[in-house]
Nanobody, 126 residues
Framework: QVQVVESGGGLVQAGGSLRLSCTASGRTFSSYAMGWFRQAPGKEREFAVAIRRSGITKYANSVRGRFTISRDNTKNTVYLHMNSLKPEDTAVYYC????????????????????WGQGTQVTVSS
């Protein structure tokens, strides 16, 4: 059974930083494509960042230059480093694992991923 578990959310002031972590079990971690989505209050869940099995990354325009995704396959963990946080980054952040590698040449959606975590709240105060 695949389990995806996020950690590291919290409250931070605007301009601050947070690091989210996510582990995925069930099969060899390096075989998963991983991603982070987020859902702000009253809005639909949206793509934020993704990382292929190879480590190649893709970012939404709204987070490019401020967020960095990385993976450590020896620790079965993907990280999301978030810098220069803004109040509009406030959302529940969801980690996702995909059985198939992802196509970075097109927009990514929830359908590109098979397994999801429960989400972790990130709140950025102004």
């Amino acid at each position: 059974q695949v389990q995806v578990v996020e950690s590291g959310g919290g409250l931070v002031q605007a301009g601050g930083s947070l690091r989210l972590s996510c582990t995925a079990s069930g099969r060899t971690f390096s075989s998963y494509a991983m991603g982070w989505f987020r859902q702000a209050p009253g809005k639909e869940r949206e793509f934020a960042v993704a990382i292929r099995r190879s480590g190649i990354t893709k970012y939404a325009n709204s987070v490019r230059g401020r967020f960095t995704i990385s993976r450590d396959n020896t620790k079965n963990t993907v990280y999301l480093h978030m810098n220069s946080l803004k109040p509009e980054d406030t959302a529940v952040y969801y980690c996702a694992a995909g059985l198939n590698d992802i196509d970075l040449m097109r927009d990514l959606t929830e359908r590109d991923y098979n397994y999801w975590g429960q989400g972790t709240q990130v709140t950025v105060s102004s």
